[in-house]
Structures are given as structure tokens and as C-alpha cells.
């Protein structure tokens, strides 16, 4: 039986579902693009998803929602549209992609992705920025696109599970 808690939670990602879209076709009309169906959809699997997809996983999940045929290039074009507008960015070392937080400062996010329950968290670390931003002037280096990824293991996943006095072992 589904708790209130369980039922604000549903709510709350549904909104925050909503206006993902919304900025997208905001952001689309600003810029003359097209927010087609496919690209919604994927923005969407991105929008739900606690951890970077990679391409065929998405591809997999479109296959089972949609009635159409969909391939590998169309989902990859589809990403490449999202990355372009800066509503979705790579985590190249998992060769994945998240749903970008467009009020941070793109150039600035750090990326903590959990070994054992594959969840990622972007945070904004400007100082992260700055410095990046300062030594590549200092070298003459023009940069296209920082990325800082940190791989390691969650709280949750470090967290030692809970005995209880029957023995059983639980999440704390």
C-alpha cells in the first residue's frame, strides 16, 4: 500500500518531469529547434533516471514504449540534439549520459558516480571552474568542454548494513 510519503514523492517527480519538458521546448523555441518525439522521450528516460544511461540502454527502453521502429543512430542523434542545447552531458568514462541541472553553470559541475549502485550526483564547484578556467588561459589552452568525474562509493552503499536482534540484516 502506497503511504502519502510514497504518494508526495510520485508527485514531486512528476512535476519536476513536467518542467524538464517544459524548459526543453522553451529552450527549443528560443533557439528554432524541434523538441520531436523521440527527443522528448529520451529527455524524459534521462529526467527519471538516478543514474547515466548509456545509448542502448535507452535504446531499449524506447523499444518498449514506443510502437514505432527506433535504431541506435536515432538515439544517438537524439543525444547529440540534447547535449547541443545543453540539456543532457556525457559521462565519458561510462560512456553514459545524464539530464544537465540548467541552473548551475555547466562549466563547473563535478560529477560523483557510485561503483556499486551506479547513481551519479553533480554538484557546482566553482573554484573547480575557476582554476580550470585560470590554467588553461595561463597555457593558451582553449578548452571545448571540462569534465570532472569522481568515481567511488555513495554514502548509502559505504553505510554497513543494520543487524536487527533477530539477526536479519536491513539498510539503516
Known sequence: MATRLDDRMRAARTARLRQVVADAERLCREKGERLTPVRREVLRLLARSEEPLGAYALLAQLRRQRTGRVDAPTVYRALDFLLKLG???????????VLVDRSARSDASVFFLCNTCNTSVAIENLGVADLIADSARS???QVNRPVIECSGTCASCSTPP???PTGQERSP
Open 87 to 97: 540539456l543532457a552531458t556525457r559521462i565519458e568514462s561510462r560512456s553514459a549520459w
Open 139 to 141: 597555457l593558451g589552452f
Open 162 to 164: 543494520v543487524t536487527t
